[in-house]
């Protein structure tokens, strides 16, 4: 049962959270994550889902990583299932930030290869964090059906992700780099080349790639 005052906290921590202030959210969140109350966790998750501050959003998910994950992880699970794409980018986001591998099973082929970049880009860094023991393989086989999508920020996100798989990309990459379609190739090729160089960049790695590509379609003409 909730006593007045901790009705008064919670109506407060509402007003706090959802005021027209930018920089009054941010600081409601910080105070909620510094004395974490899991009955405001609810509310923690629904500003995420509509928050617009970047450095606020980033606020709010601390606070989620400083309650409980036998509280947080489900209710993050629930808005990976959101219609909303910034909910489930966020959650997958704080999910990651967590750390829990109980929310693994959310993160299947569908949210994988999610029709917003924004929320496949959160997928892959959740999944390379929280994928279980011996099943690096299948989710690099996922990851590679992704090869060539999107801009340049959103294809230096899947290589990493793959990156950070280890060696086992290594012939999934050789075989996309056969793919009928240049962009596929050229993601591929670059990919390979920072998995060895990682020095390289990914910026260089990607026009020497096409680089690749050109001449390779050239001599095919």
Known sequence: MTT???????????????????????????AVGTNPDPRLVDMLVERCAVEPDFHVR?????????????????????????????????????????GDRRAWPAITREVLSDADDEVARSAWRAAVLLVPEGQEGELAAVLATQLGRGERETQMSLSRALIALGEMIVPLLRVAAEDPGPRVRAHAIATEKLFHDPDSGFEFAIEEAKRTVAIGSGREE
């Open 58 to 98: 980033d606020m709010l998910t601390w606070a989620l990583t400083r309650h409980p994950a036998s509280v947080t992880v489900p209710e993050l699970v629930d808005e990976v299932r959101s219609e909303r794409a910034q909910a489930r980018s966020q959650a997958l986001h704080t999910l990651s930030k967590i």
């Open 4 to 30: 007045p005052k901790q009705h008064t906290a919670m109506s407060r921590a509402r007003q706090g959270l959802f005021d027209s202030r930018s920089s009054v959210r941010l600081r409601t969140a910080l």
